[in-house]
């Protein structure tokens, strides 16, 4: 499979523990996004990486919220201190430039569930 | 703020008929717009893209979509809709700073095709 993965695929976790989501993108990408997407609504900016660098934050980033992406490979985001206004679909996205305004490839998803 | 407006929760059409979904922007010069695609259990999957150029840009799976500045409309087309066609449907426009894809998404339409 040549497209963005995602795991895990689903997370139930109690309120107030942490939880770590990978994504693995387009190997030759180097542009690398988080999304949320909550019930009936479009999807909504989180964070963007070029290679390594993450160059924007949403606001909607609380200080709980952190995303790595060493190496400029794979990402991880961590939420610490789940809250159930936490609970949405976390979709990575990857791109490469192609000279243009370039498409996205999202990955399936990551389905949180704070309880 | 640019934002996109999706007028319509859910379209009905029957199968062999054509088929349109609404979607109107509000942006501060040109705009780079963009339609995904949303089946169930499923990452978003890019439809098509204007930039500039023709008003008519065509995409995947048979999909167009007309750009009109002067309604500020990108509604998306289909001249015979398929069953398979049903699933949520997402515009979203570009921030134009940054020169990446952070995307302002609209709130999707379901788009049903009934046999």
């Known amino acids: 499979d040549t497209g963005v993965s995602q795991d895990p695929r689903h997370k139930i976790t109690k309120r107030g523990q942490n939880v770590t989501f990978r994504c693995d993108p387009i190997s030759e990408h180097n542009r690398l996004y988080w999304y949320r997407q909550t019930l009936g609504q479009g999807p909504e900016f989180l964070t963007y990486f070029q290679n390594e660098a993450q160059l924007e934050k949403s606001r909607l980033l609380s200080d709980r919220f952190s995303a790595e992406r060493p190496k400029g490979s794979f990402s991880t985001l961590e939420i610490q201190r789940t809250e159930q206004g936490d609970s949405a679909m976390y979709l990575c996205?990857?791109?490469?430039?192609?000279?243009?305004?370039?498409?996205?490839?999202f990955g399936s998803g990551t389905q949180l569930s704070v309880l | 703020a640019q934002s996109v407006a999706q007028p319509e929760d859910q379209v009905n059409v029957a199968e062999g008929n054509p088929l349109t979904v609404k979607c109107t922007y509000s942006v501060s010069g040109n705009p780079y717009l963009f339609w995904y695609v949303q089946y169930p259990n499923r990452g978003l999957q890019f439809l098509l893209k204007?930039?500039?150029?023709?008003?008519l840009v065509k995409g995947s799976y048979g999909f167009e979509a007309e750009f009109n500045k002067s309604q500020t409309s990108f509604h998306l087309k289909k001249p015979s809709a398929l069953v398979s066609d049903s699933a949520l449907y997402f515009c979203?426009?570009?921030?134009?700073?940054?020169?990446?894809?952070?995307?302002?998404f609209g709130a999707g339409t379901r788009l049903a095709v009934h046999p």
């Open positions: 996205a990857s791109s490469l430039p192609e000279g243009g305004v370039e498409k996205l490839f």
């Open positions: 204007y930039i500039t150029g023709d008003n």
């Open positions: 979203a426009v570009r921030e134009r700073s940054g020169g990446y894809n952070k995307l302002i």
